[in-house]
């Protein structure tokens, strides 16, 4: 049976010799499809007392944290979620500083935040507050200080929220065991205890949080603390495990439909016809009773009923489309009733890429950039949630009968907010189309951004010439993609920057690729120096048959003279 992350957790804050606590520490354990996505999130804040709004600060730090976090898309990284989060929040809080208070340094606090997800804590640090890691009876400080020291008795805070808009943020990420437990200080607390002080403060109460807590606290104050005091600990009392029976159970819930035939109805939906059979699905055109609309409903392979991997990924698909809106990608409907396991998806009544360059030939550079333009378009909205398509091709692109290109197909999208989640089910294996993938997906390496913008560079190359930048392959070798072959050798009509684009779009390495797609797409519209200013292709690859007959006539000349000399 699934288990799910489970915590315990604790937490004191004193004002201490101050009138006013400027500290503020709270956590935040959400239902349980967010516990899944997002895990759970702690954080501490100690608000800068020589700032005018520094308690304000704190308070507004940690419940805006907690509450902000967990409306950022399921589809984020933890990191980029935090960072994002932060971000904003320190925005805020440097405007609000100069505008109510005056001064550019009027809502400063320190903040310690720690995210539980699956089998991760990941960790997000500016200032002085601390987070530690008890475990085994071992102590380990996972923060590091922003403090400069100017002298032995005098120090300054380096980093703090609020100070500067450019906020710099330290992120760890640490694996977690059971039984762990992560102790979080403001330095009224860690400033005015020793390292084996604390150690034997939890190895006396470890069994019980909240005395723990207290004992951290009182001690500091006995210990002549001058500042409030604050202290939160977690312990991870269960980590989320799930058997690959578990999956099967989970994505198994509802029964695959019966054998769909034309006008067939199923859960309000009216069978049309069959748009198309694979080994993997069935794909059909039916029409939604209530609103009298067509749609496309799209059922699994009984092939793959007992296949976990396969039923997870297509209820992947469904849970993919559903989080993207961008006009350049396939709306995947909610089902108002659902007793089967099926897919609705909006009809697009059009072609696919694929049949588009088929029968239309080469493209023209403006119908390659009007069409590029929209690809380019669907592709950053996925990206934006850190997804990355990973099977981009011309079969897996619609343009209707309007010119507007869709993408469809989410089966193979890599959701990198997904990867950090722990599960039996491998989702490293190589993904994508061989003339299509990039060489590091047929590695079985991560896709990204990169990957997915080789894809966008082969299909472009292939809407221009027809024709594959490293030839068709009949076997997964990225050992032979070496050779790009120019595009203007299959069309002369492409200027040299725009070959010189493409080339440097599926370039086998990442790293000498574009790094971002905007560029990408500027170079395609706008003569690049670095490609203009290249030499001409050799007359041999501009024109082969030009070259040999060349050669053939001075062969003929050369024995002509040779003849008559003779």
């Known amino acids: 049976m699934r288990t799910k992350l489970e915590i315990d957790y604790a937490f004191r804050s004193e004002a201490g010799v101050k ?79 100069q505008s109510e208070y005056d001064s550019a340094r009027g809502m400063l606090t320190t903040f310690s935040g720690l995210i539980l997800k699956s089998t991760t804590a990941h960790i997000v640090h500016i200032g002085d507050s601390r987070i530690y890691r008890y475990r085994n009876g071992d102590l380990e400080q996972i923060t590091r200080d922003h403090r400069v020291w100017v002298s032995k008795e005098k120090e300054f805070l380096s980093r703090a929220m609020g100070a500067d808009p450019h906020i710099d943020i330290d992120y760890h990420a640490v694996a977690v065991e059971e039984n762990d437990n992560f102790i979080f200080t403001t330095d009224g607390v860690h400033d005015f205890f020793t390292r084996r002080e604390l150690l034997k403060i939890f190895d006396c109460h470890d069994s019980n949080l909240q005395a723990c807590a207290n004992a951290l606290v009182e001690t500091a104050l006995e210990n002549g603390s001058n500042d409030n005091a604050s202290c939160q600990i977690i312990q991870v009392l269960k980590l989320p495990q799930e058997t690959e029976a578990d999956i099967f159970q989970r994505v198994s819930d509802l029964p695959f439909p019966p054998d769909l035939q034309p006008g067939m109805k199923i859960d309000g939906y009216e069978i049309l016809r069959e748009m198309h059979a694979g080994k993997r699905s069935e794909v059909f055109l039916a029409l939604d009773l209530e609103s009298d609309e067509k749609v496309v409903l799209k059922t699994p392979s009984v092939n793959y009923r007992d296949d976990a991997d396969y039923l997870e990924g297509f209820l992947h698909e469904e849970w993919v489309g559903r989080r993207i809106r961008n006009a350049h990608i396939l709306r995947i409907l909610e089902p108002r009733r659902r007793h089967f396991l099926y897919n609705i998806a909006e009809y697009v009544e059009g072609r696919s890429l694929g049949q588009w360059i088929q029968d239309n030939g080469p493209a023209d550079l403006h119908q390659t950039r009007t069409l590029a333009e929209q690809i380019i378009s669907g592709l950053r909205a996925l990206h934006r949630m850190e997804m990355f398509h ?7 692109i619609l343009i209707d009968n309007h010119g507007t290109v869709k993408l469809i197909d989410f089966g193979s999208i890599r959701v990198a907010g997904m990867d950090e989640i722990d599960s039996e089910i491998d989702h490293t294996a190589p993904q994508g189309t061989l003339d299509y993938a990039a060489p590091e997906c047929l590695r079985g390496e991560a896709c990204t951004h990169a990957s997915d913008l080789y894809s966008v560079g082969v299909i472009l190359y292939e809407m221009l010439t027809k024709k594959l930048p490293y030839g068709e392959s009949d076997a997964p070798n990225p050992k032979k993609r070496l050779n790009y072959r120019p595009a203007r050798l299959y069309n002369p009509e492409i200027p040299t920057w725009v070959d010189g684009a493409l080339e440097k779009a599926v370039h086998p390495q990442p790293a000498k690729r574009y790094q971002s797609l905007s560029e990408f797409q500027y170079d395609l519209e706008h003569p690049n120096p670095a490609f203009g200013n290249l030499a001409q292709l050799p007359l041999l690859e501009r024109n082969p048959l030009r070259f040999w007959q060349i050669l053939c006539g001075l062969l003929f000349l050369l024995n002509l003279f040779l003849i008559f000399k003779t």
């Open 390 to 396: 990973q099977d981009l091709k011309p079969d897996n």
């Open 19 to 97: 009138q006013d606590n400027d500290d503020t520490c709270n956590v935040c354990v959400p239902e349980d499809n967010l516990l899944l996505t997002k895990g759970v999130a702690a954080a501490i804040a100690d608000g800068v007392s020589s700032s005018e709004g520094g308690g304000r600060a704190s308070r507004i730090c940690v419940s805006g944290f907690l509450s902000d976090y967990f409306s950022t898309p399921e589809s984020w990284t933890v990191k980029t979620a935090a960072g994002k989060v932060l971000g904003a929040l320190n925005r805020w809080l440097c405007g609000q500083g």
